[in-house]
């Protein structure tokens, strides 16, 4: 698991309430980023860390935001939750072969009422 | 047009058969090619991680590269029900930096035993 967790695990929410979403690696690793995952869609970027209070966005960064204050943790942000977030969250760093391939969480299943 | 194609099947074989896996793609600058697996309600796992063109074999797996007909497969020998999964390939275009991976949307596999 790369040493990679995340919390919650699960998590039910009602719409517009803000929800927070933790990253935690173990092993130091610079990047990290964050997915959505939906049927039909397959895994999509929506905001991803090169370093310490470094962050970029992907493809579906709408309503989202994030924030690395350490190293070791990156945090999602769902301003005001909408129904249309509802899907399963991974993180990932990337590291290994040539450290260009990326290792994933075990995810985080968030429900929006 | 998605960068990255991939069949989701799903896809059902008997024990032991052979698995043809592919994912197909337009961005010409894709060079590092991976293959995650993913089981139900787990995170992907890396199983195969190729550079460029050619073929990379470890165990029952073999990784193929096409770049000039922009085409990957993943083969699965002997395949047993342990096998079961959805299966992602990802690409990208550079090895360093951020390294953004593109996703096919995956293909469910059952092995029946």
């Known amino acids: 698991d790369a040493g990679i967790t995340q919390s919650p695990r699960h998590k039910v929410t009602e719409t517009g309430t803000p929800v927070t979403l933790r990253c935690h690696q173990t092993?130091?690793?610079?990047?990290m980023y964050w997915y959505r995952q939906d049927p039909g869609h397959g895994l999509r970027l929506i905001h991803y860390?090169?370093?310490?209070?470094?962050?970029d966005k992907g493809e579906v960064s709408d309503g989202y935001s994030v924030s690395r204050s350490k190293t070791e943790d990156f945090l999602l942000t769902l301003e005001s939750a909408t129904s249309s977030q509802t899907s399963v969250y991974f993180c990932?760093?990337?590291?290994?072969?040539?450290?260009?391939?990326?290792?994933f969480g075990p995810g985080t299943r968030l429900t929006v009422l | 047009q998605k960068e990255v194609e991939q069949d989701p099947g799903p896809l059902s074989v008997p024990e032991g058969a052979i698995v043809s896996l592919n994912c197909t793609y337009s961005n010409s600058a894709f060079q590092y090619f991976m293959w995650y697996r993913q089981y139900s309600r787990k995170g992907p796992e890396l199983l195969m991680y190729?550079?460029?063109?050619g073929n990379k074999e470890d165990g029952r797996f073999t990784a193929q590269v096409d770049k000039s007909s922009k085409y990957i497969s993943l083969f699965i020998r002997d395949s047993q029900p342990s096998d079961s999964a959805t299966y992602l390939c990802?690409?990208?275009?550079?090895?360093?930096?951020?390294?953004?991976?593109?996703f096919g949307t995956g293909t469910r596999l059952t092995v029946i035993p």
């Open positions: 092993e130091n690793h610079r990047y």
């Open positions: 190729t550079y460029s063109s």
């Open positions: 860390s090169y370093g310490v209070k470094d962050t």
């Open positions: 990802a690409m990208s275009a550079a090895g360093t930096g951020a390294n953004n991976l593109f």
């Open positions: 990932a760093i990337k590291a290994g072969e040539g450290g260009d391939t990326q290792y």
